[in-house]
């Protein structure tokens, strides 16, 4: 069967086969189970009520159990087991971590990772920010928003395809086709340079595709956030005679500080998920190897489960203070 | 007046140029590709994409007709014609017959031939072989010449990427393969964190804040937790690498953010709507499908964007779920990291692909930046 018939049939089934499940149940339910009518109606109206939110919750839930909660519990177990050849598994303890911990490309991978948690959440913020107070009063600034905002719809793969020309190389000899080395050699660098290659620095030249994709996304919260600030505040402020800086700096960030954080923690979990980027342009050669790419590396390549684990682990491990930041918020905002 | 532009003339003059500077710098990466993807292989491989706009300076290999072509005139043998394609309009500041010795000549001399009789080029790309004898062997004769082209670009890359039956350059496979990925995986998870979101909503059931906190601390599990599990999970109860598998992973994992954005739109809802709704004796379920979905369109767009961006520029699922052995379901993002491994210096295949690739969200995107504004304002947690 042709894939795109095959697509449009699970989109039919997959409608109708939702709006089928809530209709039936819901008939079922008031019908069949607790009809509204006979001697006990206000019985039967009760428990239906009761009944009712599951049925709309089900498929939701078990989506949700099955795809993201389930997985967590199951890869701590993996992380503890190793896989018998021939089928099964034995349990082996911490040893994964152990062996985990004992390789340097780990470790590469966790500095590399730190590296980028701090990088990219700050210049993506701080950027973000910067876009946000200058766009804000002039007249083409929703245009120059527009197109700074635009890398967001850009796949990291596409991405890195632009960078990986931005970064490109030629023989001394050549014409430079990668604007940063022309730019280079234009002011007086004397070899053309591999940047990509240059440890260390070369996490630096992947972390500014993240920070161009993310920015955008920072700006459009932050900017959002500057436009809630009460005009009072402002005023008050240039009546007292404050310069722009001060205002800016005095008056407006303290004022959208919740949303600072709340936009540098969205961004640090979108950097620890960072697979894309470092799989396409260098796959965490030339010491730029970070977690996500790691674990990639240890589950399909080397095919070692364990350790595959044991590394997802640690990336969860790495969320989870925010996941928690996050619930405390959530729960304290809906009370 | 109260802030920074507009205070004094100096400062506003540096806020514009700053968000010039800011634009370009955030523009001319994508800007770079694009053209590229316009260029011929030699061009980009000679100049960098920036000298493209502008009349440029190149050292070019041209050859003149086959003698086959010669006519007898007045006792010598002639070749004559245009050392430029039809339609290049280009001026020749130098030439030369040795690849030694590329800038030997000015337009309109005369060169003697190695393999006898001489040449005459003129600044248009004009020549003018004459020989005494016959012109021999089934090749014109090389001329090098340094030449100021004109801008010039070309859609063949396109042709070649997304037309091309055989080749293994071919995007019209992935184009379409990530089409069928992305779709039913965009509009599935909606429907039912819809139903969700209001129960979540509107319904009053014990546990109900626990759900709602416990979806907002899966919102940002990192999906490669799932990835072995699943998979596994998967094999076991039968569905293998494929669409089926890759549409399920999809669903499960866009339903945190889809239930937490739709939740916190329908929550937002005025209260009397749904209340005079019951009042009046309409059940939950039409209260749903008649008053809730239709007010909610602005969150069901919203998630739907950033589904659909999510799901075309996905990899890593895609590779994990979705991809066999065979090949024969690879999608765009796929297409083009096999393509940076085995052709990295083909910028004009790769800059293709990578634009065939892009140029469907990129419309997505201007065409509904309300709505993806609208729900990143709502879906970052506050």
Not at chain 2, 257 to 263: D, F, P, Q, S, T
């Amino acid at each position: 069967m042709h894939p795109a018939f095959q697509g449009l049939l699970t989109i039919a089934i997959g409608v109708s086969g939702c709006v089928g499940y809530f209709y039936l149940s819901n008939q079922v339910l008031d019908k069949v189970l607790f009809p509204a009518r006979g001697p006990n109606v206000g019985r039967n109206i009760n428990r239906a009520n009761m009944i009712r939110p599951w049925l709309f919750l089900f498929p939701a839930l078990l989506a949700l159990g099955l795809y993201l909660a389930y997985p967590v519990f199951e890869t701590l177990r993996l992380s503890l087991t190793d896989r018998i050849p021939g089928g099964g598994y034995k349990w082996v303890g911490l040893d994964n971590y152990r062996q985990m911990a004992a390789e340097p490309k780990f470790w590469e991978a966790m500095r590399n990772n730190m590296l980028w948690l701090i990088v990219v959440p700050a210049m993506s913020t701080a950027f973000g920010l910067l876009v946000a107070q200058l766009t804000d009063r002039i007249r083409w600034g929703n245009v120059a928003k527009a197109l700074i905002f635009m890398p967001m719809a850009i796949s990291f793969v596409g991405a890195s395809v632009i960078w990986k020309l931005v970064y490109d190389t030629r023989p001394a000899e050549q014409d430079q086709i990668g604007i940063l080395n022309a730019l280079y050699i234009f002011f007086g660098g004397a070899e053309p340079q591999t940047w990509l290659t240059i440890p260390f620095w070369n996490s630096f030249f992947l972390m500014i595709v993240l920070v161009w994709i993310q920015t955008g996304f920072a700006m459009v919260i932050l900017s959002a956030a500057l436009r809630g600030i009460p005009e009072e505040t402002i005023e008050a402020a240039v009546l007292d005679g404050a310069n722009p800086f001060q205002i800016f700096f005095r008056i407006k960030v303290p004022q959208i500080k919740t949303t600072i954080l709340v936009v540098w923690t969205t961004i640090t979990i979108t950097v620890l998920k960072v697979f894309d980027i470092v799989f396409a342009m260098t796959n965490g050669q030339w010491e730029t190897q970070v977690l996500a790419n790691y674990m990639f590396d240890k589950l399909f390549r080397a095919n070692d489960w364990g350790v595959g684990s044991a590394s997802a682990m640690v990336i969860m491990l790495l969320v989870t203070p925010i996941l928690i930041w996050n619930v405390r918020n959530a729960r304290k905002e809906m009370q | 007046m109260n802030d920074i532009a507009g205070t004094k003339p100096a400062l506003r003059w540096a806020v514009h140029a700053s968000v010039l500077l800011l634009v370009v710098l955030w523009v001319f990466p994508t800007l770079g590709l694009l053209i590229s993807s316009f260029r011929t292989a030699d061009q980009i491989a000679t100049s960098g994409w920036w000298r493209s706009l502008f009349p440029s300076e190149q050292n070019l290999t041209l050859r003149s007709a086959a003698p086959e072509t010669q006519v007898l005139e007045n006792g010598l043998y002639v070749i004559k014609g245009n050392l430029f394609d039809a339609g290049v309009t280009a001026k020749i500041s130098q030439w030369g017959v040795s690849s030694r010795a590329i800038d030997a000549f000015k337009p309109g001399e005369t060169a003697e031939l190695r393999r006898g009789g001489e040449i005459t080029v003129d600044a248009d790309g004009n020549y003018r072989m004459e020989n005494t004898e016959e012109f021999s062997g089934s090749r014109g004769a090389r001329v090098f010449v340094t030449a100021e082209l004109p801008p010039e670009f070309t859609l063949g890359n396109y042709h070649k990427v997304l037309l091309a039956e055989d080749s293994t350059d071919s995007m019209g496979k992935a184009f379409f393969n990530t089409l069928t990925v992305t779709i039913p995986a965009t509009i599935i998870p909606i429907l039912v964190a819809a139903f969700a979101a209001y129960a979540l909503a509107w319904m009053d059931f014990p546990g109900r804040a626990l759900l709602i906190a416990a979806v907002v601390g899966l919102l940002v599990v990192p999906l490669q937790l799932a990835l072995i599990p699943l998979l596994k999970l998967h094999l076991s109860i039968g569905i293998p690498k494929g669409y089926l598998g890759v549409w399920l992973a999809h669903t499960g994992f866009g339903m945190p953010l889809a239930i937490y954005l739709l939740r916190n739109y329908m929550a937002g809802l005025p209260r009397d709507l749904i209340e005079n709704a019951r009042v009046d004796g309409a059940t939950e379920f039409q209260i749903f499908t008649k008053l809730i979905l239709p007010l909610s369109f602005p969150a069901l767009a919203s998630f739907a964007i950033f589904q659909f961006l999510w799901t075309w520029n996905d990899l890593l699922v895609a590779k994990v779920f979705l991809i066999d052995a065979t090949g024969q379901t690879t999608v765009m993002t796929n297409r083009i990291v096999e393509l940076l491994g085995t052709r990295g210096g083909n910028w004009e295949i790769l800059a293709t692909a990578a634009f065939v690739s892009i140029a469907v969200p990129l419309v997505v995107f201007f065409a509904m930046q309300k709505y993806l504004v609208r729900g990143l304002l709502a879906g970052s947690v506050k």
